[in-house]
């Protein structure tokens, strides 16, 4: 198996010996692999799973709050896990808006337009950072909303309403061009007009892949403690839809829709920010990042994991509090 681990912080003489312990248990668990890999044509052989290595050897990194990616190869069974560990809220939100800058500036290099999406909640205040900002060239952008609930664009819980005083007027005034809702409180009607506006997309905006999903070059994801990412809950038909590009979630209360996980997964970068704690989640989400990232878990269980092998994880300490334990 080939195995990568990227260091990207200052490390103290301590935090060397811990890094360069945890790197020894890969190094050994790799080889360990590669001796399976070699006896993988015997009848009836199954390799050990090796997958919680990715996230231990990460953890070694919080005292410093540094960055740490690994990369098992095919044979051995570990799926990447990209995780930046930032000190607070604030850092989180300038971890996040760095992101977004490098990303437009290598899309509008590569192709002349930066295509992405957004989520609600929290990550809507961490984007004000990039309110007014002139490093990027908002009329070569597209952005899309991950989820956005069946209400009036006027509304005061519609997720466009929020991110107008935010950031989004600012965009938009430099010529930002955002994939609308209609407004309508009709959350199957609302799809059916998503899903139809993001494959009208020109290809040089946001090309399709070979399953006709469309690649976003950047896809911000949100988090809540259940797992849920979008509109994507637990143990919903929503999780396990692989043709739509959009669903419907309909609720008595909140009627919303949701970009799939097949969109989500095709988008060629995607993050996933969480941090701080809040009237909603008190607690922070250490439970739920620790699940998403570490359990034993399928993506109707906790729709996070689904992102595990394919997102780079910005948290905060509190987030990152219960990773390796």
């Known amino acids: 198996a080939r195995l990568r681990v990227r260091i990207c912080f200052p490390c103290s003489s301590s935090h060397i010996v811990m890094i360069s312990r945890a790197i020894l248990l890969v190094i050994a668990a790799s080889s360990v692999a590669d001796a399976a890999s070699s006896r993988s044509g015997a009848a009836g052989f199954v390799p050990a799973p090796l997958s919680p290595l990715s996230t231990s050897v990460v953890s070694a990194a919080r005292a410093s709050g540094g960055r740490m990616g690994l990369r098992g190869g095919a044979a051995s069974g570990l799926r990447m896990a990209d995780i930046k560990i930032c000190k607070d809220v604030d850092s989180v939100g300038k971890a996040l808006c760095e992101v977004v800058e490098e990303s437009a500036k ?138 739509k590009l959009v669903v419907s979630v309909v609720k008595p209360a909140s009627s919303s829709i949701s970009l799939s996980l097949p969109v989500m997964l095709a988008s060629k970068r995607v993050v996933v920010a969480s941090a701080g704690k809040s009237d909603k989640y008190p607690l922070g989400k250490a439970e739920g990042v620790k699940r998403a990232l570490e359990g034993d878990e399928t993506t109707s269980s906790f729709p996070a994991s689904a992102l595990r092998g394919k997102a780079l994880w910005i948290l905060d300490e509190d987030s990152a509090a219960l990773l390796g334990k």
């Open 106 to 243: 290598k899309a509008m290099e590569e192709k002349g337009h930066f295509a992405f999406t957004i989520p609600g909640g929290s990550i809507l205040k961490m984007l004000s950072g990039l309110k007014g900002d002139s490093s990027i060239d908002w009329s070569k952008a597209t952005m899309a909303w991950v989820n956005h609930r069946a209400v009036p664009l006027d509304d005061e819980t519609s997720t466009d309403f929020k991110a107008q005083s935010l950031f989004l007027k600012s965009w938009e005034e430099q010529g930002l061009n955002v994939i609308k809702l209609t407004g309508s409180t009709d959350a199957v009607k609302e799809e059916e007009a998503y899903a139809k506006a993001l494959k009208s997309l020109p290809s040089d905006v946001c090309p399709p892949n070979a399953d006709g999903v469309p690649m976003f070059d950047l896809s911000l994801i949100g988090m809540g403690t259940d797992g849920h990412i979008g509109s994507l809950y637990p143990d919903t038909p929503a999780t396990a839809e692989r043709e």
